[in-house]
């Protein structure tokens, strides 16, 4: 089956730091990957996302390369800060059309201090 | 811009009562889906649809049932709730079946006392 692996959290920062949360995954098919980011209280926002192999996906000075040859999505951004603290996680869904499962890896907590 | 508005925001109930949750969306999405959230458990799927009056079972269904009577609207009923049911409840649509990404809900959390 499909599945999405996250690195274990917390995450904890200081403001300006590099981010890095990696995810990997294993597929039966092509997937479409995500990242969704979780605010204390809310729901789950989509963050950003790529179809196809060596596309970046970026949002909010956030980026992930799609990367089939490692199977890697990894979240990265060049300087956090505070109200980036969230959870974050990866997801994939199949390709192509109709209804696909989307498969959410189990979220990473970034704490993002002063 | 509404987007997908969940009620209530917070509910206890008795074991053994029931009660219907309302997730409603107004960007005329096909899919919409029920997932539960769990420490430690990730998000698990309850049920969703992909389409008006349709829906089906995702991973956990057990306990649960759901109704799309309209587009609009997907509601996630609990006919005996018990303590395994408490948990943040959320709903999510999509225009597509999940390549275009989701919408979600800002969550219902439900204690079962």
Redesign the interface.
């Known amino acids: 089956g499909n599945s999405v692996t996250q690195m274990e959290g917390p995450v904890t920062l200081s403001e300006e730091a590099f981010l890095t949360i990696n995810c990997t995954y294993t597929a039966t098919g092509y997937p479409s990957l995500f990242w969704y980011v979780q605010y204390p209280g809310e729901g789950l926002q989509l963050l950003l996302k790529a179809t196809k192999a060596d596309d970046k996906g970026s949002n909010k000075g956030f980026e992930a390369t799609y990367r089939k040859e490692t199977t890697s999505f990894h979240l990265e951004k060049g300087s956090v800060q505070v109200s980036d603290s969230a959870v974050y996680f990866c997801a994939l869904t199949l390709q192509p059309g109709g209804y696909q499962k989307v498969t959410f890896g189990t979220g990473t907590k970034l704490q993002v201090i002063p | 811009n509404a987007g997908?508005t969940q009620t209530p925001k917070f509910r206890v109930l008795k074991t053994g009562q029931s009660m219907t949750l309302l997730c409603a969306q107004d960007m005329n999405h096909e899919?919409m889906y029920w997932y539960r959230q769990d420490p430690?458990?990730?998000?698990r799927?309850i049920h969703?649809s992909?389409g008006e009056g349709t829906t089906a079972k995702g991973e956990v269904p057990d306990g649960y049932n759901v109704s799309r009577l309209k587009k609009q609207n997907f509601l996630l009923g609990l006919e005996s709730a018990a303590p395994s049911q408490t948990s943040v409840y959320?709903c999510?649509s999509s225009s597509?079946?999940?390549?275009s990404?989701?919408?979600?809900?800002?969550?219902t959390r439900l204690t079962v006392v």
């Open positions: 997908v899919y430690g458990m990730g998000l799927l969703y992909v959320f999510a597509t079946g999940g390549r990404g989701y919408t979600f809900g800002s969550g």
